[in-house]
């Protein structure tokens, strides 16, 4: 037995024979149709001559109802909330009615916002005609929010609109806690310097030191003010204050005070 199929055949008019049919159905729409390429069980008032393609069924070609789009938006409103958590917030906006601003919110906590205020995310409140101001094309992602209560929030929000309704889905994650753990790592992994890049630097000081001192040929014990700044100079001639902790380990092998190399550095007009 002959029975309809179950989905829309597409099938391009340079594909068609051209011996067809044309009439007015009750809906007076014209309707075209091809007798070669159905089979008998789908009648003429089920085939739709559109833009050059055939379609079976064209009421299933409709756009999504209003209610069916907020019904879908909040099932994914509330998937991504209960996923991420309760530091997650999920809203979902009416932005064809003013009164109806927060449509659907979840973990609203985060924001402290209910359904049926007309606050935004940071507090404060939505003016009467903010509707006219959004452009459906442009979507806002991954922003940062300081709420009136000192919340760091990330926001993201995008926009449905369609002749049939206007809505937007954001999304906005407390990061405040996140932000002062941030801090915390920070501290604990910075590091002064790697440890083959300060072996590295102790072994050349050291080199360059000894080289400059043996210049001098005279002992450190018996060294005057000048000799010393004569030392410090031939060291800063081979940029020996950019290497980290260099002042200190000079002050050491000249048997000197930090204070007393700052004074000579600044005597020279060296800046370490």
Request: glycine share 4%; proline share 6%.
């Amino acid at each position: 037995m002959c029975r309809d199929l179950p989905r829309p055949i597409d099938i391009p008019v340079k594909q068609t024979v051209p011996f067809h049919q044309q009439f007015v159905n009750e809906s007076h729409q014209i309707v075209s149709y091809y007798r070669p390429l159905f089979p008998p069980c789908l009648s003429p008032s089920k085939v739709l001559y559109l833009n050059g393609y055939h379609h079976s069924h064209p009421q299933e070609q409709t756009t999504m109802k209003k209610d069916e789009m907020f019904t879908s938006l909040c099932q994914i409103a509330q998937m991504i909330a209960e996923t991420m958590g309760p530091n997650c917030e999920t809203v979902v906006h009416d932005c064809e009615h003013y009164e109806n601003f927060i449509a659907a919110i979840y973990n609203g906590h985060v924001s402290g916002r209910k359904k049926g205020d007309v606050t935004y995310v940071t507090g404060e409140t939505v003016p009467e005609d903010a509707f006219q101001n959004i452009d459906p094309g442009v979507n806002y992602m991954n922003c940062e929010v300081v709420t009136t209560h000192k919340k760091t929030i990330k926001s993201s929000t995008i926009y449905f609109k369609t002749e049939n309704y206007h809505y937007g889905l954001g999304i906005n994650f407390d990061i405040t806690q996140f932000a002062g753990m941030k801090e915390v790592l920070d501290k604990l992994i910075t590091t002064n310097a790697e440890l083959a890049v300060e072996i590295h630097s102790r072994q050349s000081i050291n080199q360059i030191m000894n080289e400059c001192l043996a210049q001098m040929d005279l002992p450190v014990e018996k060294m005057g003010k000048y000799d010393r700044m004569l030392v410090i100079q031939m060291l800063h001639e081979r940029n020996v204050f950019q290497m980290q902790k260099a002042v200190p380990y000079v002050a050491d092998r000249l048997k000197i005070s930090r204070y007393t190399i700052y004074n000579y550095l600044r005597e020279l007009n060296i800046t370490p």
